[in-house]
């Protein structure tokens, strides 16, 4: 199947830990991107990358760090995870300026 | 840029109605609309777009209006199903901002049979 994927669905974690979201992607796009969704379903763009440049870096606590290792893939690291961190984190990708396409999201949990 | 205080704007309609749900862009410059749906525990999904050229576009059951002048953009949904219900988003775009989607809070459509 052709989509945008994420690992893990789920996440439940203490406040503390270090944790990591990975995004792919096969539909050959060159831009990726990194949303938070609140519970009040506000979306909130935090990191893109094109062509594995960073490009959008929006005001992010420094403890998320995104890494795009190739231009399929867009994973983001939390470092010392809080409570307010607790949220969907949703990946996206596309052709630079072009139709977003969303992933199932993650849904993290810190306790 | 987070949401406290600020609830989610619901439009309730009967199965078989017409569904209008609007949206008040912040950009003048903005040149590309997108209209997303979000189904719940999904990701949002594409549904339509529209390019500042044009004032309508027409999809299967889906338009979308747009409006320069005041800045406002309309979807509407004809013959709406219960697999409409969903959280529906404007997003607005323009060059010059590393094409960064502006996003609307969205609004909740509630469709009852």
């Known amino acids: 199947d052709t989509a945008v994927s994420q690992t893990p669905k789920y996440l439940v974690t203490q406040m503390g830990n270090d944790k990591s979201i990975k995004c792919e992607q096969n539909?050959?796009?060159?831009?990726m991107y990194w949303y938070k969704q609140d519970s009040k379903k506000f979306l909130k763009i935090m990191f893109s990358y094109n062509n594995k440049e960073l490009i959008i870096n929006e005001t992010v606590p420094n403890r998320f760090s995104p890494k795009s290792p190739d231009k399929a893939h867009l994973n983001l690291h939390i470092n010392s995870l809080e409570l307010g961190d607790s949220a969907v984190y949703f990946c996206a990708s596309s052709r630079q300026g072009e139709t977003q396409y969303f992933g199932p999201g993650t849904r993290l949990l810190v306790l | 840029g987070e949401s406290v205080g600020l609830h989610l704007p619901t439009l309730s309609v009967q199965e078989g109605d017409n569904s209008i749900i609007n949206c008040a862009y912040s950009?003048?410059?903005?040149?590309?609309f997108i209209w997303y749906k979000q189904e719940s525990g999904k990701g949002p999904q594409f549904i339509i777009d529209?390019?500042?050229n044009m004032d309508k576009r027409q999809g299967q059951r889906v338009t979308v209006l747009l409006n320069k002048t005041v800045k406002h953009l309309s979807l509407q949904i004809a013959a709406t199903q219960p697999g409409d219900s969903a959280v529906y988003f404007c997003a607005e775009n323009f060059a010059g901002n590393n094409r960064k989607l502006i996003w609307g809070l969205g609004t909740s459509l509630a469709v009852n049979p």
């Open positions: 539909l050959g796009h060159d831009t």
């Open positions: 529209i390019r500042s």
């Open positions: 950009n003048s410059a903005s040149d590309y």
